[in-house]
Nanobody
């Protein structure tokens, strides 16, 4: 049984910063991919950033140079700087391992003045 537990999130003014964290528990093969997705109101869930077991990273164009994804084993974080109102969304931790996909419960990020 794999479980993802998220922490962080909250409310911040435009230009502010937040840090999200995700810890994966359970039997997890080392060759996995972890990532962050977000779902804005009225929109589909979209990829924000992902990080492979070899630390290769991938970012959505909208967050490049503002967000940084990192991991230490099965613990992952997302440092979000220079946040914009359009970053407001529910952020989900994601793990893909051995063709199975797991999701966290989601955490709200609100960027508003």
């Amino acid at each position: 049984q794999v479980r993802l537990v998220e922490s962080g999130g909250g409310s911040v003014q435009p230009g502010g910063s937040l840090r999200l964290a995700c810890a994966a528990a359970g039997e997890i093969a080392s060759t996995n991919v972890m990532g962050w997705y977000r779902q804005r109101p009225g929109s589909q869930r979209e990829l924000v950033a992902s990080i492979y077991y070899d630390d290769t990273t991938l970012y959505a164009d909208s967050v490049k140079d503002r967000f940084t994804i990192s991991r230490d084993g099965t613990e992952m974080s997302l440092q979000m700087n220079n946040l914009k109102p359009e970053d407001t969304a529910v952020y989900y931790c994601n793990l893909v391992v051995r063709f199975k996909i797991y999701w966290g419960q989601g955490t709200q990020v609100t960027v508003s003045s």
